[in-house]
């Protein structure tokens, strides 16, 4: 297990993952967050968070859910600017409830499944500018289409009917993947083959990271 000390140097470090559903982007963001003692930041689970709390947003996300229509850019924003206030105010040390008493020293956040739109990256940008922050790289997961809808199939959810699955994948190609282009014009991203087993991806990972973080200023992340 690799592990870098952030928080020590005192420095922030913003990373977001990005990937088709399938591509196992959720399982690398799960394992890379305590690598680099972040906050793993994932909108599902933030969604759920907020509702299991009764706080006034968490009210207007259930009440979004009852409707069944999809949560708004605006809510999805607002949620992620809470947690961040959260995560800078050490929250997790008042009992607040808004992020995991045994939450991680490191002031950054590893974003999952977060920024998905156009309007949620620029208002991404503006958080992280607006606290003097940046996003400091995008990890792209990437696997054969057809490799995804097997994964997808095989998992056996509810929702995960072919059509269902085919209609999730267009979605992400529409809306999602045109953001990669814009993090890869700004020499953010970081692309790894998902179609592997899952350790291999992560060593993958971890040492096409450390090496694109060595030319920035985060390069002092120290991992051990």
Same mark, same amino acid.
């Given at each position: 297990m690799y592990e870098a000390t952030v928080a020590d140097k005192g420095l922030t470090l913003h990373l977001i993952v990005m990937g088709p559903q399938g591509s196992g982007k959720g399982t690398q963001a799960a394992l890379l967050a305590p690598a680099l003692r972040l906050h793993h930041l994932s909108t599902g689970e933030l969604f759920r968070a907020a509702?299991?709390?009764?706080?006034?947003? &968490?009210?207007?996300?259930?009440? =979004?859910?009852?409707?069944?229509?999809?949560?708004?850019?605006d809510l999805t924003v607002e949620l992620v600017e809470e947690r961040l206030d959260a995560i800078v105010a050490g929250d997790a040390r008042s009992?607040?409830?808004?992020i995991p008493?045994?939450?991680? $020293?490191? =002031?950054g956040a590893l974003f999952d499944g977060f920024p998905?739109?156009?309007?949620?990256?620029?208002?991404?940008?503006?958080?992280?500018? &607006?606290?003097?922050?940046?996003?400091?790289?995008?990890?792209?997961i990437t696997a054969p289409e057809e490799q995804l809808v097997e994964r997808l =199939? $095989?998992?056996?959810?509810?929702?995960?009917?072919?059509? &269902?699955i085919r209609r999730r994948l267009e979605q992400y190609h529409a809306e999602t993947a045109p953001l990669l282009e814009i993090y890869r014009a700004r020499g953010l991203v970081v692309s790894v083959d998902g179609a592997r087993p899952v350790e291999t991806v992560h060593r993958d990972l971890v040492g096409r990271l450390r090496q694109?973080?060595?030319?920035?200023?985060?390069?002092? =992340? $120290?991992?051990?």
């Amino acid at each position: 297990m690799y592990e870098a000390t952030v928080a020590d140097k005192g420095l922030t470090l913003h990373l977001i993952v990005m990937g088709p559903q399938g591509s196992g982007k959720g399982t690398q963001a799960a394992l890379l967050a305590p690598a680099l003692r972040l906050h793993h930041l994932s909108t599902g689970e933030l969604f759920r968070a907020a509702i299991a709390l009764g706080s006034p947003l &968490g009210r207007a996300i259930q009440a =979004v859910y009852d409707r069944g229509d999809l949560i708004t850019d605006d809510l999805t924003v607002e949620l992620v600017e809470e947690r961040l206030d959260a995560i800078v105010a050490g929250d997790a040390r008042s009992g607040s409830g808004l992020i995991p008493t045994d939450a991680p $020293a490191a =002031v950054g956040a590893l974003f999952d499944g977060f920024p998905r739109t156009g309007p949620q990256a620029q208002a991404l940008d503006e958080l992280l500018t &607006g606290r003097g922050d940046q996003i400091d790289g995008v990890i792209e997961i990437t696997a054969p289409e057809e490799q995804l809808v097997e994964r997808l =199939v $095989a998992r056996g959810r509810s929702d995960d009917s072919l059509e &269902g699955i085919r209609r999730r994948l267009e979605q992400y190609h529409a809306e999602t993947a045109p953001l990669l282009e814009i993090y890869r014009a700004r020499g953010l991203v970081v692309s790894v083959d998902g179609a592997r087993p899952v350790e291999t991806v992560h060593r993958d990972l971890v040492g096409r990271l450390r090496q694109h973080l060595a030319g920035t200023d985060r390069g002092q =992340v $120290a991992w051990r």
